[in-house]
């Protein structure tokens, strides 16, 4: 199946700094890439579709000047959580739509600590 | 939107049991999948099914578009079956893929 990667696998930083995730299609070209989020023994929440060239399209409840999207390139997507708190500390998901297949593929995710 | 629920919520199985996993969701869709998320986090893709029977290996999966649900089948479970399973689905009028709770499974040797 197809290949999503995503960086970094772990991070921990300290309240008040930005963190940058990328998720990258290695094995095909995603013009669309979507942004999760799971909290602990919890189902993943949609938090934005990434599309290329254009703006994100975010879910309702979901700040976004706060969490940044760039996709800009047909294999890159971006996800710059500003000014983390404590309370953005989550699990982290990427997925890439592979078009030829009708079929969203997943990263390994992100787990973010914020101190 | 569309709602997606899975059922059970838990399960445990001794190894080399069989198992079904359900799934319903409440409108028409044009993609459901089901995923394995391991237990470091990474979804794998099992099934994409938004209708009729697949097979590969000892998993299964039967979706039933008209009556609005899927199912997943595990046979001879193996400790690494552990993990949770979840399924998604896209309505026909949307781009977006909606997870449903998930099955907690948990295969004892």
């Known amino acids: 199946g197809a290949v999503v990667s995503q960086h970094p696998s772990r991070v921990i930083c300290k309240s008040g700094t930005s963190v940058k995730i990328e998720c990258r299609s290695l094995?095909?070209?995603?013009?669309?890439m979507f942004w999760y989020r799971q909290f602990p023994k919890q189902s993943l929440m949609l938090m934005a579709t990434?599309?290329?060239?254009?703006?994100?399209?975010?879910e309702q409840g979901v700040e976004k000047d706060k969490f940044l999207i760039n996709h800009a390139s047909l294999t890159l997507s971006t996800l710059t959580v500003t000014s983390a708190h404590p309370e953005d500390s989550s699990f982290y998901i990427c997925?890439?739509?592979?078009?030829?297949?009708?079929?969203?593929?997943f990263g390994p995710g992100t787990r973010l600590t914020v101190l | 939107g569309i709602q997606v629920e899975q059922s059970p919520p838990d399960l445990i199985l001794q190894e080399g049991a069989n198992s079904t996993l359900r799934c319903n969701f409440s409108?028409?869709?044009?993609?459901l999948q089901w995923f394995h998320q391991n237990p470091w986090g990474q979804l794998i893709n099992l099934f994409y099914?938004?209708?009729g029977t697949k097979q590969n290996g000892r998993l299964s999966a039967t979706t039933v578009a008209t009556e609005r649900y899927s199912l997943l089948y595990i046979s001879s479970s193996q400790t690494t079956d552990s993990g949770v399973y979840f399924c998604?689905?896209?309505?026909?009028?949307?781009?977006?893929?909606?997870f449903g709770s998930g099955t907690r499974l948990l295969v004892r040797p």
């Open positions: 998604a689905a896209r309505m026909d009028s949307s781009y977006k893929l909606i």
């Open positions: 990434s599309n290329e060239g254009s703006k994100a399209t975010y």
């Open positions: 094995d095909f070209q995603a013009t669309t």
């Open positions: 099914i938004p209708s």
């Open positions: 409108d028409s869709v044009n993609n």
């Open positions: 997925s890439a739509w592979d078009s030829s297949t009708d079929t969203q593929y």
